[in-house]
């Protein structure tokens, strides 16, 4: 259950965009919501690490901080939802992880690269930071450039799961079902088969790159029926799934190609695990997927023993 919910900010309007989502999961969940913003010293490796920070930084920019997080408060309080905020020392992907493992969290959601003069937004390279070191469930938001309503749900009527046919992969299957029914979501489960180039000769002797057609649809007929074993596991609680198989050289393409806005409102991905197979497709294909998707984001590293 997503009973605490973390929110990571940096003082900008752009990593407020995180919050209609996480206030909306919180509504529907009775979540209690934390929001953080990190700090880092002026000095970081003084000496006296364990004076207040008050004492290690300029005093006005740590109350600026603190009274930000306050503002925040007050915007959830008047979208009749309740709040604490803390401030966080250190350098931000590493805070973070820290609190993470102190609070333990049932949820992050958090705002990644924006577009254009947007791409270089902090929380970006700090989601890249996070996504590889935490084990719970993040949702990364795209910012955009308009103003936020605290007070207006975000819908998630629809929901794409990749899944690569691993055990592993079917880990995002667990928070991506249980959001799901917060919102009152259907499904999409997609695999995504990456045709084999077969190397052959023409006529005058020169090699030739094709596809084996007879595999491919083998590829095909073995994933619909691993996706419709798991939609039927799926659609035993009542719920709406639907499964679809995509034919692409590059997994991240089609991906992406059904995240489109119209078709889904989150998608939903399982990356690498500590020690994981290399070969478990969502690893790098998530990274191209957070990179690119308009879409919000849910990800989940597990660690396969």
């Given at each position: ?127 890249d930071a996070l996504v590889r070191r935490l084990t719970i469930p993040m949702i990364l938001v795209r910012p955009k450039a308009e103003p936020i ?11 794409l799961i990749p899944l690569d046919g691993s055990k592993h992969g079917e880990a995002i299957l667990g928070p991506a079902l249980e959001l799901g ?125």
């Amino acid at each position: 259950m997503f009973r605490t919910i973390l929110i990571p900010l940096d003082g900008s309007p752009f990593g407020e965009q995180a919050l209609p989502m996480a206030l909306t999961i919180a509504r529907r969940a009775g979540a209690a919501l934390e929001v953080i913003h990190a700090h880092v010293p002026d000095d970081p490796k003084h000496p006296d690490w364990y004076m207040p920070i008050e004492q290690r930084s300029d005093p006005n920019a740590v109350k600026a901080q603190r009274d930000y997080l306050e503002g925040i408060v007050n915007k959830v309080k008047a979208a009749d939802l309740s709040a604490t905020a803390r401030l966080i020392v250190g350098p931000t992907a590493e805070a973070i992880s820290e609190h993470v493992a102190a609070v333990k969290p049932d949820l992050m959601v958090m705002t990644t690269h924006g577009r254009g003069p947007l791409s270089r937004f902090w929380l970006g390279s700090v989601a890249d930071a996070l996504v590889r070191r935490l084990t719970i469930p993040m949702i990364l938001v795209r910012p955009k450039a308009e103003p936020i309503d605290t007070t207006v749900e975000v819908p998630l009527r629809h929901i794409l799961i990749p899944l690569d046919g691993s055990k592993h992969g079917e880990a995002i299957l667990g928070p991506a079902l249980e959001l799901g029914q917060l919102m009152g979501s259907g499904y999409t489960l997609l695999r995504v088969v990456e045709p084999i180039p077969v190397l052959g000769y023409d006529v005058f002797g020169y090699a030739t790159a094709g596809t084996d057609v007879a595999l491919v649809d083998r590829m095909r007929e073995e994933a619909y029926t691993y996706l419709d074993k798991m939609a039927n596991q799926i659609r035993e609680s009542g719920r709406h799934v639907r499964t679809l198989v995509q034919v692409n050289p590059s997994a991240a393409s089609a991906i992406l190609n059904e995240a489109e806005p119209v078709l889904n409102d989150l998608v939903a991905l399982e990356t690498h695990g500590r020690g994981g197979p290399s070969r478990v497709l969502l690893g790098s294909v998530a990274d191209k997927v957070i990179r690119a998707a308009v879409t919000p984001v849910l990800v989940h590293r597990s660690v396969e023993r």
